[in-house]
Structure formats: structure tokens, C-alpha cells
């Protein structure tokens, strides 16, 4: 089986339904159910014997400790984290405990238990750290795009606290021989997406014909990676990736912030049209930038294509698509979402609150 950190979050739910899709293979799924861990996202899995979910923090060594030795996981992939850039600006600390202290902290616990596994075992682990292309700073115009060998330059608190795992990751390879792996990835979109990152929040708010608030000129540059499409490199990176190798996953899709945003407003008007028949867009409102917002970030994904095999399957607007008739029918998990009460559902059951 697998342990899978994170795995009520976006990407980490929508890696385990694939996983599932694709294998037969147990997932033990370990989240804190901070406020961007959803179980409602792995409905569709309740009574299902091959998923395990435990309520618990990366940093609790006694916990990580117990889960490795009753489950003896072949392999980690931890995408447990604090994750956005936003928060990161008014709250930095909860980005440095988990990121930073946290991806530490289970690192050392897992360095521990692996060292004493039998040495077949021990060889064929490995642990895949999930990582994201801001620690490679921001990009002018004509810059090539984030290669696997540029170096670090993060410029939020989030960039800079994933940008120390990731050190930390590489060093628990080259000085204990763990047998690691790094994804580095562009944005993500797709089903399942907390709304307040972009793609999502303007997804909701357009709908509810509320205001699409835009950071300063709206020319930010983003490189989007549709989620599924994510969730087949890492299995890719799992199966044949090489120990102590950094991959970047991207979509070859460079959009400005203003074009994502109109093309969900016109999406949304042939879809569900407003009931006036004002246009979406003259929602759109350009409100005061973001501290320090990173102009442009490009993944150059050569290595994984070449390496590995790995190709994108969705353009972006086929993906942008899709990601809208998703939450078109899934309003449901949007409306818990927007009065809290996603909080109180737990796998199968309901906690008091
Ligand atoms: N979303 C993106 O566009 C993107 C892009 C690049 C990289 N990444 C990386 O991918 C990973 C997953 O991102 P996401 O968008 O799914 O994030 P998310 O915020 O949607 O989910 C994070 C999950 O981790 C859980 N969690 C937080 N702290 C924890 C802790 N201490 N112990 C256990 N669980 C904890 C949360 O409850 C939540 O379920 C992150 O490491 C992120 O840095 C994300």
C-alpha cells in the first residue's frame, strides 16, 4: 500500500480517486483537515476497503510512527502543506510549521523506520515530495521557462517554506541514501479546488454574478496544469521516476490572470447565461496587487516527457472546460464549502462540532 499525505486537499483527493481508477492498491490518506482539507471530495469512497483515512498531523512523530510500522507503506507521497500565497503573506507561521518543520519532521520519522526495513524493502521505497514551481522566483517575458537546474528564488512565505523542503528532501537523499523524489508543478485547476485560488473563486463568484476581483493589471502570467493530468505524472514519477531526481510537470500553457478570467466569463455565459443579460466580464474589478506578486512563472517539462514518458492531456481550454461543468454539477459541495458546514462531515459519519 501507499501513504499519501494531504489527501483531503485538491490535489491530493484527486490523486487518490485516480490512483483507484488506475490501481487496485490500498491508500492509507493522512490529513490534518486543516480548513482546505475536504472529505466530502472522497464520498464516492466510503466503505470502500482500500482507503484508509486518518485524521492527523505530518509533525506528530508518535502518529507518522504507528501509521509506518501498522501499514509498512512501500511508498510516501506527501502533499500535506499550507498553500496559499495569500495566507502565507498574513499568517507565515503555519506555512513554516508544516512546510518547513512538518515535511522535516516526517522525513526524519520515515528515515528512522526505512533504515531498518529489510534491504529489498528498503531499496524499492520511495518517498515523493510534491513541490511547486514558485521556488524558482518570477520570470521576465522573455525568460526561458523554470528548467529542474534553476536555481531557487522564492519570494513569498509560501515559496520560500516549500522551498526548504524541498532542500530538506535532496538532503535526506544525498546524506542518508533515502530513496526520494521531487515534482516541481505549475498551477494546478480541475475539480475539487478550495475557492479562494483563482480558477475556483471566479468560477463561484461569476456564477452568483458577484465581483471577480483581479490583482492589479491582471497580466500575471501562469503556466496551468490540469489535475489529472498532474495526478498521471506522479504515478509516472512513482513507477519509473529516478531516486534522487527533481521532475517539473507543467501544461505548456502560459495565460495571463485577465485571460483566464474572461474566458470563465464567457464560458459561463453559454452555459448559464444571467438571468438580465449582462455579460460576465462587466464583473470583473481590478483591485491593489499583491506584496511581492511573481509576474510569470513557465515550466519547461522537457525532462519528465523525455525521462519518463509523460504527456499532458488536456489542453487548457478543453481543461477549463471541464473544470466549470464540474462545479456546475457539483453545487452541492460548493454551497458546504461557502457555509462551513464542510467542516462538520467526516468519512461515512458526522463528528459533533
Ligand atoms: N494547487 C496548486 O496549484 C499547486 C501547485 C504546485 C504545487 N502544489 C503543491 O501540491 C500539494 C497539494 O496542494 P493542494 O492544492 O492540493 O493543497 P490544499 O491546500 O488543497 O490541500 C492541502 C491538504 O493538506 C492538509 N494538511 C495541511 N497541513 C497538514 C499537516 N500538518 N498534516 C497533515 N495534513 C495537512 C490539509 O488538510 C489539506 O487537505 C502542496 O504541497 C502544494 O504545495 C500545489
Request: charge should be negative; hydrophobic fraction near 40%; charged fraction near 25%.
Amino acid at each position: 500500500m501507499i501513504l499519501v499525505t494531504g489527501g483531503a486537499g485538491f490535489i491530493g483527493s484527486n490523486f487518490i480517486l485516480d490512483w483507484f481508477a488506475h490501481h487496485g492498491e490500498p491508500v492509507v490518506n493522512l490529513d490534518k483537515l486543516t480548513y482546505a482539507g475536504n472529505v466530502r471530495s472522497l464520498a464516492s469512497l466510503a466503505g470502500d476497503e482500500r482507503h484508509v483515512f486518518v485524521r492527523g498531523d505530518i509533525g506528530d512523530v508518535d502518529a507518522v510512527g504507528a501509521l509506518l510500522s501498522e501499514h509498512r507503506p512501500r511508498a510516501i507521497v506527501n502533499f500535506a502543506a499550507e498553500t496559499h500565497v495569500d495566507r502565507s503573506i498574513h499568517g507565515p507561521a503555519a506555512f513554516i510549521d508544516t512546510n518547513v518543520v512538518g515535511t522535516f519532521s516526517l522525513l526524519e520519522c520515515v528515515r528512522g523506520w526505512w533504515a531498518a526495513l529489510p534491504a529489498r524493502e528498503r531499496d524499492a521505497f520511495r518517498f515523493l515530495h510534491v513541490s511547486t514551481d514558485e521556488v524558482y522566483g518570477s520570470l521576465g517575458p522573455d525568460d526561458p521557462a523554470f528548467s529542474e537546474t534553476t536555481p531557487f528564488a522564492p519570494n513569498s512565505p509560501y515559496a520560500a517554506s516549500k522551498a526548504s523542503s524541498d532542500h530538506v528532501v535532496r538532503a535526506y537523499h544525498h546524506t542518508y541514501g533515502l530513496p526520494t523524489l521531487t515534482t516541481n508543478c505549475s498551477n494546478n485547476y480541475g475539480p475539487r479546488q478550495f475557492p479562494e485560488k483563482l480558477i475556483p473563486l471566479m468560477i463561484v463568484n461569476a456564477l452568483g454574478g458577484k465581483p471577480l476581483p483581479v490583482y492589479g493589471d491582471g497580466r500575471n502570467v501562469r503556466d496551468w496544469l490540469y489535475v489529472k493530468d498532474h495526478c498521471a505524472a506522479i504515478r509516472r514519477v512513482l513507477e519509473i521516476g529516478r531516486v534522487g531526481e527533481v521532475y517539473n510537470v507543467g501544461g505548456d500553457a502560459e495565460r495571463e490572470n485577465i485571460h483566464v478570467v474572461k474566458t470563465i466569463c464567457a464560458l459561463l455565459d453559454e452555459r448559464r447565461p444571467l438571468a438580465d443579460g449582462r455579460k460576465r466580464d462587466a464583473l470583473i474589478s481590478h483591485v491593489k496587487d499583491r506584496p511581492g506578486h511573481d509576474r510569470r512563472y513557465a515550466i519547461d517539462a522537457s525532462k519528465i516527457k523525455r525521462d519518463l514518458g509523460w504527456r499532458q492531456s488536456e489542453s487548457f481550454e478543453s481543461g477549463l472546460a471541464r473544470t466549470i461543468d464540474w462545479y456546475l454539477d457539483h453545487q452541492d459541495w460548493v454551497q458546504r464549502v461557502l457555509d462551513g458546514s464542510y467542516r462538520m462531515e467526516r468519512l461515512g459519519h458526522r463528528e459533533p462540532a
